[in-house]
């Protein structure tokens, strides 16, 4: 009994050993982590946040023309699920430290292969996947050090990094259009639900891309079921083509489809419109 007791006496001091160690306590530079979607490529920054708290910062706090860590103790990650460009420079996906060279009329923005670092202590330049410029600009205080994604397109973006009253933006590309034209090919042919069609149609007209292969899309998403979506698109294809003749019959078959299916009144609305100025058109 005796040897059982001292056991448990010994674990319960493990116990709280172990407990008295595992000290957790708020950093002054606290984690954040911004995540945006750039057409079909994920784009996550994780940082910590240092405030200004009344310091002179640029020059100071931060020298200039040294490799800073972009934030407080570990060094900033920027992942990207596809390959990307930045400024117009090649970057393949992955996940990187971020580290810049801050100056008075030009920053460096550096994307180093390794990605998990405590500051810049041990930056090593051989690792470096590329190296880009990016010129400051001035703005309003911003207290703690903020990344952000002020400008967003299907194809691309603005990452910005705000603190005191600096701004440093710089810009990334993404494949969006490529991607989704291969994901287009490989399920449109075997696609048996007439939205899937519809919607490759759509993005093709929105994009600007091969009229062709639009009408190919529409075409068979009308071949599946016809509706009063794809009825419309391919009238509104059509009338850009000034092919008004057809447009017209299409988008009365439309219209009196959406009609009947009380399909979305405020579209089928708006395509009478358009019937309307077609056909006064045609009469001219």
């Not at 979607?37 to 946040?49: A, F, P």
């Not at 490529?178 to 090919?185: D, L, P, R």
């Not at 939205?195 to 062709?212: G, H, I, T």
């Not at 003749?245 to 299916?261: H, T």
Request: net charge positive; with cysteine; proline share 4%.
């Amino acid at each position: 009994m005796k040897r059982i007791l001292s056991a448990l006496l010994f674990l319960v001091a493990i116990a709280q050993f172990v407990s008295a160690q595992d000290l957790t306590l708020p950093r002054v530079s606290q984690n954040a982590t911004v995540k945006q979607t750039v057409g079909l490529t994920d784009i996550t920054i994780t940082y910590c946040r240092p405030g200004v708290k009344g310091r002179a910062i640029w020059g100071e706090l931060v020298p200039y023309d040294q490799v800073w860590r972009t934030g407080a103790n570990e060094a900033t990650q920027i992942t990207f699920s596809d390959d990307v460009k930045i400024n117009g420079q090649n970057l393949p996906a992955g996940t990187y430290s971020l580290h810049t060279i801050p100056g008075k009329d030009q920053w460096t923005i550096i994307f180093n292969s390794v990605a998990k670092q405590w500051g810049s202590f041990k930056y090593d330049k051989t690792k470096d996947a590329l190296r880009v410029q990016a010129k400051p600009q001035t703005g309003p205080n911003v207290e703690w050090m903020t990344f952000s994604f002020p400008e967003v397109g299907a194809s691309s973006a603005t990452i910005e990094l705000a603190w005191e009253k600096l701004r440093v933006p710089f810009q990334v590309e993404t494949n969006t259009i490529s991607k989704a034209v291969a994901n287009i090919q490989k399920v449109v042919p075997t696609a048996t639900d007439w939205e899937v069609p519809y919607d490759a149609a759509e993005f093709a007209v929105n994009q600007n891309l091969d009229k062709k292969q639009a009408m190919d899309w529409v075409n068979r998403s009308i071949a599946l079921k016809q509706t009063f979506w794809n009825l419309r698109l391919k009238a509104d294809m059509l009338a850009k083509d000034g092919n008004t003749k057809e447009a017209i019959a299409l988008a009365e078959k439309a219209v009196a489809l959406g009609k009947a299916n009380n399909d979305e009144a405020d579209a089928v609305s708006a395509t009478e419109k358009q019937l309307a100025s077609w056909k006064a058109s045609a009469s001219k």
